[in-house]
């Protein structure tokens, strides 16, 4: 096991590629009625690598096509069930973590690509984690950022009061739309009005739930976030609170960590933020002493966002190590 570091005065030695467009993008159709979004960009040919977006329903970005030198890779990307383009929107109906696990296969298949790169940060790197677990044969190497793990102990740091001790004003905000006897289990509060029936309360909670974690997302925070349209928030929150609620599906607690001789023979890079408020760095360290194949590479510059230049430039380093 190596474990990289960089300093806080080392030069950002890479940056990202520049914009450009896919070459390819369809609709695909999976079970439980759901119709999945996917595009390719960079080469056609090229060595393929699978984008898996956070939240969960963050939704792609073409900012996430930039990792990924386009004369070398074959880069796809897609919204998972309920977000971003794909369809119907913010539905949790047959939607779990199996059900997104299926939908990777569902895409490679339709594809044609027989081994691939899976690349993910926060909730994607969980998915990317079980889809590896799961599908090992697949995987030529997982590239991660803000490993989150889906344990009791993760949820209960961003929201039972944990990282509050850092945050204590944007946690009063989040706070205080919930009633002093429901404050005990957050994410049980707000499911409740997540998913009533009142749509307009939906969005007010998706938007104050979104702006929780946005506005902890980056090391240097500039500025109060609200949440995002109404539609992206509540897509976002609903999403995010049905798997939190169901702590993703998994058998245990710990199942990623139980695991992971899964992973076997699979190279793993695993770029964390010292400052994670979301993901603190623990789970990044428990995931790297179980999987002796994996690589740690701490920035001590950054938090959990991966536009921060830090996480950005060791990710854009990784997948040109991996050219070679």
Not at 8 to 37: C, D, I, K, N, W
Not at 85 to 98: E, F, G, I
Not at 116 to 138: C, D, I, K, M, N
Request: charged residues 25%; proline residues 6%.
């Amino acid at each position: 096991m190596r474990e990289h570091g960089s300093t806080e005065s080392a030069p950002y030695r890479r940056t990202l590629f520049p914009p450009r467009e896919p070459f390819g993008q369809m609709t695909l159709r999976v079970p439980g009625g759901h119709a999945l979004y996917v595009e390719q960009s960079g080469r056609p040919d090229g060595v393929p690598v699978v984008v898996l977006h956070g939240g969960p329903g963050g939704g792609c970005s073409p900012a996430m096509r930039r990792f990924f030198d386009p004369r070398h890779y074959r880069a796809v990307l897609f919204d998972q069930r309920g977000c971003g383009r794909s369809t119907p929107h913010a539905s949790v109906d047959a939607n779990t973590t199996w059900d997104l696990i299926d939908d990777i296969e569902a895409i490679r298949e339709r594809l044609g690509i027989e081994k691939w790169y899976v690349f993910g940060g926060s909730w994607g790197a969980t998915l990317s984690l079980l889809y590896a677990q799961t599908h090992p044969e697949r995987v030529s190497g997982l590239i991660l950022r803000g490993v989150f793990l889906m344990m009791r102990e993760e949820l209960d740091w961003f929201y039972n009061g944990g990282v509050a001790r850092f945050w204590p004003e944007e946690w009063e905000r989040f706070t205080s739309l919930i009633p002093d006897e429901e404050r005990g289990d957050m994410i049980a509060a707000y499911h409740r009005r997540l998913f009533g029936e009142d749509r307009a309360e939906q969005v007010r909670y998706a938007r104050a739930w979104a702006a929780w974690e946005s506005n902890l997302a980056a090391l240097e925070n500039h500025g109060r976030s609200s949440g995002g349209s109404g539609e992206y928030a509540r897509a976002f929150s609903r999403l995010e609170n049905h798997y939190f609620t169901h702590q993703g599906w998994l058998r245990q607690n710990n199942q990623i960590l139980a695991d992971t001789d899964r992973l076997a023979g699979i190279p793993g890079y695993i770029v964390q933020g010292r400052y994670d408020m979301i993901c603190p760095p623990a789970s990044a360290h428990a995931l790297h002493r179980a999987w002796p194949d994996s690589e740690l590479r701490m920035i001590r510059t950054a938090g959990h966002a991966l536009s921060e230049p830090g996480i950005a430039s060791e990710l854009v380093s990784v997948m040109e190590e991996l050219k070679r």
